[in-house]
């Protein structure tokens, strides 16, 4: 059974930095493509980041230059480094973990940029 755990979200001000973790188990990890999405309200999930098997990102371009998604194979995590966080960005944080057209997520984690 898949169990992904986001962790690191929370309150932080404009221009601000927060990394998200996710701990995924249950899963040959290494094998699976995996990914930060979002979701604010009242508008649809959107990917964030991604990152395959084989360590190629792929970067949303409201993302482009302020994130950064990686993945620890030795320990089954994958974080994303959020730099300039602006106000819209937040949104409730989702991590994914797919393989071929089947994907897993996790419980989510809020991140509210606000002063």
């Known amino acids: 059974q898949v169990q992904l755990v986001e962790s690191g979200g929370g309150l932080v001000q404009p221009g601000g930095s927060l990394r998200l973790s996710c701990a995924a188990s249950?899963?040959?990890?290494?094998?699976?493509?995996m990914g930060w999405y979002r979701q604010a309200p009242g508008k649809q999930r959107e990917l964030v980041a991604i990152i395959t098997s084989g360590g190629t990102t792929n970067t949303a371009d409201s993302a482009k230059g302020r994130f950064t998604i990686s993945r620890d194979n030795a320990k089954n995590t994958v974080s994303l480094q959020m730099n300039s966080l602006k106000p819209e960005d937040t949104a409730v944080y989702y991590c994914?973990?797919?393989?071929?057209?089947?994907?897993?997520w996790g419980q989510g984690t809020q991140v509210t940029v606000s002063s």
């Open positions: 994914a973990a797919g393989l071929g057209s089947s994907w897993s």
């Open positions: 249950g899963i040959f990890f290494r094998i699976y493509s």
